[in-house]
């Protein structure tokens, strides 16, 4: 093990919500992991792709950034997932993780 420096190694239980909906285009399925991790930002996990990022409800004004992490085809259906997940994302106060 002397080739590898652990950088964490955390335990924690975690909310998990699992969520699937449509929209006129598109079906998605979610799993959203609320942690205090990584700032406190949600992992959000796409189940149909195995996709997933961290995400805040100021992620959502980025759609560019949303089609790319998800694979979404147009701005369209990446503006309708921006909608329900600015819904579903709680605010995430800043908070330093690393000390």
């Known amino acids: 093990m002397d080739l590898f420096d652990k950088l964490y190694d955390e335990h924690e239980r975690v909310k998990v919500r699992f969520i699937g909906f449509t929209t006129e285009q598109t079906r998605y399925d979610f799993g959203i992991v609320y942690t205090n991790l990584f700032f406190g930002k949600p992992l959000v996990i796409c189940m149909q792709t195995g996709r997933s990022t961290l995400l ?27 909608e329900f997940l600015i819904s579903a994302l709680p605010e995430v106060p800043f908070v330093t993780q690393y000390e």
């Open 56 to 82: 805040d409800p100021k992620d959502m004004e980025d759609l560019d950034y949303l089609q790319n992490a998800f694979r979404i085809p147009d701005k369209q259906q990446a503006a309708d997932l921006a």
